[in-house]
């Protein structure tokens, strides 16, 4: 079945620091990929989307590229503030699934410092 | 502009007792979902509700009912709790395939 798999944290980092979150997917189709961000105490929002290969997703200084040949979506951002601290979660939904349903990873916290 | 609203916030729960979580969704949406979400495994999926009427079982139901009580609510109901079930569990909602979900803020249960 469809899985997403993604760097373990936490992730440490001082502020304006560069961060990357690893994201790799199996799928038997062509999923859509998301990443969610989940700050301490609330639920999940989303933070960017693609929906086919090589489409870049972004949103509040974060990216990720779509990479099919690498099944690939990695999340990235060039300077990260202390307010970016949360716990971020890659995940795809199968395109052949009619309802919607979302694979999650196991998410990655991250921490930035002052 | 509520989004997906989560009844209660918390609540403990002693082995053996019952109790319904409540959701609701103000954006129309048609597919519903509940989700628990424990330490280091993400989320993992309850039951789903593609439309008013119908539920499906997802990765984890065992343990589990669920009603879609209207286009807009969906309950997650424990008939007989255990310890194995303290986690957050979080409703959410969406148009269809491929379009983003979104979430209620979660509910915290601790079963004792």
């Known amino acids: 079945g469809d899985s997403v798999t993604q760097m373990e944290g936490p992730v440490t980092l001082s502020e304006e620091a560069f961060l990357t979150i690893n994201c790799t997917y199996t799928?038997?189709?062509?999923?859509?990929l998301f990443w969610y961000v989940q700050y301490p105490g609330e639920g999940l929002q989303l933070l960017l989307k693609?929906?086919?290969?090589?489409d870049k997703g972004s949103n509040k200084g974060f990216e990720a590229t779509y990479r099919k040949e690498t099944t690939s979506f990695h999340l990235e951002k060039g300077s990260v503030q202390v307010s970016d601290s949360a716990v971020y979660f890659c995940?795809?939904?199968?395109?052949?699934?009619?309802?919607?349903?979302?694979?999650f990873g196991a998410g990655t916290q991250v921490v930035v410092t002052p | 502009n509520a989004g997906v609203t989560q009844t209660p916030k918390f609540q403990v729960l002693k082995t053996g007792q019952s109790m319904t979580l409540q959701c609701a969704q103000d954006?129309?949406?048609?597919?519903m979902y509940w989700y628990r979400q424990d330490p280091g495994m993400g989320l993992r999926l309850i039951y789903y509700?593609?439309?008013?009427?119908?539920?499906d079982k997802g990765e984890v139901p065992n343990g589990y009912n669920v009603s879609r009580l209207n286009k807009r609510e969906f309950s997650l109901r424990l008939e007989s709790a255990a310890p194995s079930q303290t986690s957050v569990y979080f409703c959410?909602?969406?148009?269809?395939?491929?379009?983003?979900?979104?979430f209620g803020d979660g509910t915290r249960l601790s079963i004792l």
């Open positions: 954006m129309n949406h048609n597919s």
């Open positions: 799928a038997t189709g062509y999923p859509s």
């Open positions: 959410a909602s969406t148009w269809g395939s491929n379009q983003p979900q979104h």
């Open positions: 995940a795809l939904s199968d395109r052949t699934d009619s309802w919607g349903k979302l694979q």
């Open positions: 509700s593609a439309s008013e009427g119908t539920t």
């Open positions: 693609a929906t086919k290969a090589d």
